[in-house]
């Protein structure tokens, strides 16, 4: 089920943007970023949000500073002893 959500935002975005199109792509990546970040969401549930396949989503996350995985200390022991 999805529900949609209306924002309204100043018209300086469009300053930093090429178009209003812009605006909304990427308004609508950062929504699912912070999403996903806070861990409301799966990266999957988040790359649908903003229309982007899943691989990509991760890769901006990354890029974003935003860690797409949640390893404590005893998971990254293992994930270096295993490799």
Known sequence: MTS???VEFPATLTLHAK???AVEQRSRFLLALK???LGEVSSGQASKMCGMGRVAF???CSRCGVPV???DG???EQEFANG
């Open 74 to 76: 005893d998971d990254l």
């Open 58 to 60: 991760l890769a901006e």
């Open 4 to 6: 949609l959500l209306e």
């Open 69 to 71: 995985t949640e390893l």
């Open 35 to 37: 999403y996903f970040e």
């Open 19 to 21: 178009n209003r199109a």
